[in-house]
């Protein structure tokens, strides 16, 4: 019998918000969340602010005991010592980070990250008791190609190397289709779980069915409230990976709350 994977929605704010902006955000949502009676069994719910807002998340988290989590956008692949502007994994976990997002495309894009260096930064971040967010997904050239799936199965391989089939179990994986990042233009429901399929029967092959049923896998690109029922159909898409609409309260509330959204 298969693991039930509890759906995942991460907000990645990105270069957005300070950390008194990002306290505001927090509250909003907390309440929002609270006023339609959002079920946490039903969707995790995770914010992912700049690293610079995360110690004003931890003191409202913690003082209020809220039921979000948060994380990083990011993690050095150094343990410490002289890496000037580095954040360690060590320094993200004591400030009370469930999460770190590693290898997403604008990582892989602005800062030449190859699949080794997501790779140490997973075994980093999890080595310091968080849960990596490793990121895949094809540019449109690839895609036009029609080589997505060779392309984020290959990304996946690289990223995931080293691990057990007991860590992967407790990971998660996002598949976010570069031409559908902050354009717009949104992955069809079917788009998404062709590769999110794919992966996770790449994982089954290499590493068997307590990692495959277990690792939860994200969709991400242009998710909005009015299109997260649809994503939220697919049998492989666990949760969603959120850029932009997740800088909205209400509109996050209602992605978190896929199950009760229209399927349009
Ligand atoms: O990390 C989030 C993704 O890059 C998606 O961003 P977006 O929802 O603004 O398209």
């Known amino acids: 019998m298969a693991a039930k994977r509890t759906p995942l929605m991460a907000g990645n704010w990105k270069m957005n918000l300070n950390h008194q902006e990002a306290v505001v955000l927090v509250q909003k949502l907390v309440w929002t969340l609270s006023d339609k009676r959002h079920d946490y069994a039903k969707a995790e719910v ?9 110690r004003s998340v931890q003191t409202l988290v913690d003082g209020d005991r809220l039921s979000i989590k948060y994380g990083a956008q990011d993690v050095s692949v150094h343990e410490s ?7 360690s994994a060590g320094m993200l976990a004591k400030l009370g980070c469930s999460y770190v997002v590693v290898g997403h495309s604008e990582r892989r894009e602005y800062h030449a990250e190859t699949d080794a260096v997501v790779n140490t930064k997973a075994h980093r971040a999890l080595a310091a008791g968080m849960t990596p967010i490793v990121c895949v997904g094809e540019g449109l ?3 036009q190609a029609g080589q997505q799936v060779e392309h984020c199965v290959a990304q996946v391989t690289g990223s ?4 057990t089939a ?3 179990a407790g990971l998660v994986v996002a598949y976010e289709p570069v031409w559908a990042i902050g354009t717009g233009e949104v992955a069809t429901p079917d788009d998404a779980q062709e590769v999110c399929a794919a ?18 896998v994200l969709y991400g690109g242009s998710v909005k409230a009015a299109n997260v ?29 896929f199950y009760d959204m229209p399927v349009l």
């Open 46 to 54: 995770v914010v992912v602010p700049p690293f610079t807002d995360l």
């Open 81 to 87: 010592g002289a890496y000037t502007g580095e954040i």
């Open 141 to 143: 050239e690839v895609r």
């Open 160 to 163: 995931l190397a080293g691990f």
């Open 166 to 168: 007991e860590q992967v």
């Open 199 to 216: 992966i996770r029967a790449s994982i089954r092959g290499s590493l068997g069915d307590e990692a495959a049923d277990g690792v939860r």
């Open 229 to 257: 029922a649809g994503i939220m159909t697919q049998p492989d898409v666990d949760g969603c990976l959120v850029g932009g609409a997740s800088l909205q309260a209400e509109e996050f509330a209602g992605i978190c709350r």
